[in-house]
């Protein structure tokens, strides 16, 4: 375990289904971080939360929404996904700035059918 | 923008031997810093190694070492006596000094043969 806790590992759902992903930190980090990992492609950051702040929406579509209730704990709500949104789902945190990079949690993978 | 490059897309190494893994970057920030990635099947994203622009000095954490190239905006991984633990996917990741965010390259997968 790195510190950064992430549910569930496995998530399957439908095209009309709403799921939440859920990401937890104690590490004192004040950044936490979505990202996705598709196959062949380079980790796509979607959101960023500094201070409980989003601060960057890299034009994710609405069917993603994030929430970040307070610096340890953050959602990613999900909403009539498509199945090309199946994918890896990373979690990370960080001091806001410096130079110890990220900690992140093991991911959900998730299937949209 | 700042981007990174890594391509080749994959690599392998006998056991024991020392490979080297290539990353280039662009960026037209003087401060910014470095990181490789170690992506094993379990996904767990795993800090290996990590470098300051400013410090001329190469980062070294015992079997992993950088070489970092600055005027070249290069920054190549090497591991040395590698061990069938080290295969994994590896990721060249950079963030400048006044931002929290970090950006990827595509990632190597590197392969250990026994």
């Known amino acids: 375990e790195t510190g950064v806790t992430q549910t569930p590992r496995h998530l399957v759902m439908g095209m009309t289904n709403k799921k939440s992903l859920k990401c937890e930190q104690h590490?004192?980090?004040?950044?936490m971080y979505w990202y996705k990992q598709s196959a062949k492609k380079p980790l796509e950051l979607m959101f960023v939360?500094?201070?409980?702040?989003?601060?960057e929406n890299n034009s994710v579509p609405s069917r993603f929404s994030p929430e970040c209730p307070n610096s340890s704990h953050l959602f990613l709500h999900l909403h009539t996904l498509q199945p090309e949104d199946s994918a890896l789902y990373l979690c990370?945190?960080?001091?806001?700035?410096?130079?110890?990079?990220?900690?992140f949690g093991s991911g959900t993978r998730l299937t949209v059918v | 923008a700042q981007t990174v490059t890594q391509s080749q897309p994959e690599m392998s190494v006998q056991e024991a031997e020392t490979v080297t893994l290539s990353c280039t970057y662009d960026?037209?920030?003087?401060?910014?810093?470095l990181f490789w990635y170690k992506q094993p099947p379990s996904r767990q994203m795993i800090l290996v190694i990590r470098?300051?622009?400013?410090?001329?000095q190469n980062a070294t954490e015992n079997r992993f070492s950088v070489n970092f190239q600055k005027a070249a905006k290069s920054f190549s991984l090497k591991i040395s006596d590698s061990q069938l633990g080290d295969a994994a996917m590896y990721f060249c990741?950079?963030?400048?000094?006044?931002?929290?965010?970090?950006?990827f390259g595509k990632g190597i997968t590197l392969s250990v043969r026994p």
């Open positions: 990370a945190s960080s001091q806001d700035k410096g130079l110890y990079g990220y900690t």
């Open positions: 590490l004192g980090h004040n950044a």
């Open positions: 939360y500094n201070f409980k702040e989003q601060t």
């Open positions: 960026t037209s920030e003087s401060d910014y810093y």
């Open positions: 470098q300051e622009a400013y410090k001329q």
């Open positions: 990741a950079y963030r400048t000094g006044a931002n929290s965010k970090l950006t």
